[in-house]
């Protein structure tokens, strides 16, 4: 299952959200009730390995610290829909990966919402 978050903020707080997105996405082959597939095994390892490494940076920032978080995932099928369905499967997957984390020079907070200039 493709994910993708993005979160500007307070580096706390954006942490915050951050580890509540990821809790979101669960592990299971299954479908889900909206239609979209979640994560299998192999995406919710690197899933969980993103969200370590994010929550680690974002906590070794002073808390107020104004940052963009970006960071997207998911396992791609090569040969098309069903790689997993298949017998034996076929591991010709790739996992696209992005983790972007900035600084935000200057940053306002206007009436509970974020604003970047």
Same mark, same amino acid.
């Given at each position: 299952?493709?994910? *993708?978050?993005?979160?500007? $903020?307070?580096?706390? +707080? ?8 990821? @809790?979101?996405? +669960?592990?299971?082959?299954? *479908? ?5 597939? +979640? ?5 919710? +390892?690197?899933?969980?390995?993103? !969200? ?5 940076? %974002? !906590? ?7 940052? @963009?978080?970006?960071? @997207?995932? $998911?396992?791609?099928?090569?040969? $098309? ?15 696209? %990966? ?9 940053? %306002? ?9």
């Amino acid at each position: 299952m493709p994910w *993708q978050m993005t979160e500007v $903020g307070r580096a706390a +707080k954006v942490a915050v959200r951050l580890a509540e997105n990821f @809790s979101w996405i +669960k592990h299971s082959e299954s *479908q889900m009730e909206d239609g979209f597939t +979640k994560c299998t095994e192999l995406e919710e +390892k690197i899933k969980n390995t993103v !969200a370590s490494v994010v929550a680690t940076t %974002l !906590a070794s920032l002073p808390p107020d610290f104004p940052v @963009s978080v970006e960071v @997207s995932g $998911g396992l791609l099928d090569r040969n $098309g829909p069903g790689m997993f369905e298949r017998t034996p499967p076929t591991f010709r997957a790739v996992h696209p %990966l992005t983790i972007k984390i900035e600084p935000i020079p200057e940053f %306002l907070e206007e009436s509970g919402r974020t604003v970047a200039r």
